[in-house]
């Protein structure tokens, strides 16, 4: 089993910049796609971004590409969501997902989530 924990989310004014961590730990030697989601209450889970585990293939929502960048550092176990120009309508808790397969949108595809780390944009 593989256990996520997200972290670095918090509250920014709009406009700012937030760096979210997900720190995997359990069966680490697999190769694993990461994914990262957001949900804001009331609405379904969305994809954000997604990256296999090599690295090579990366994927990201049309409403982040150009602002958010993912990353993972196979070393330390943990994959990154660098976000800038954070916009209030951004305010969501944001999950970390993994599974063996390759990167994808679709989160049914992810086996294992994290509990989620909630980022708040004010305006």
């Known amino acids: 089993q593989v256990q996520l924990v997200e972290s670095g989310g918090g509250l920014v004014q709009a406009g700012g910049s937030l760096r979210l961590s997900c720190a995997a730990s359990?069966?680490?030697?697999?190769?694993?796609?990461m994914g990262w989601f957001r949900q804001a209450p009331g609405k379904e889970r969305e994809f954000v971004a997604a990256?296999?585990?090599?690295?090579?293939?990366?994927y990201y929502a049309d409403s982040v590409k150009g602002r958010f960048t993912i990353s993972r550092d196979k070393a330390k176990n943990t994959v990154y969501l660098q976000m800038n120009s954070l916009e209030p309508e951004e305010t969501a808790v944001y999950y970390c997902?993994?599974?063996?397969?390759?990167?994808?949108?679709?989160?049914?595809?992810?086996?294992?989530w994290g509990q989620g780390t909630q980022v708040t944009v004010s305006s």
């Open positions: 997902a993994a599974d063996q397969g390759g990167p994808s949108y679709y989160r049914g595809a992810y086996t294992y």
């Open positions: 359990g069966r680490t030697s697999s190769s694993y796609a």
């Open positions: 990256i296999s585990w090599s690295g090579g293939s990366i």
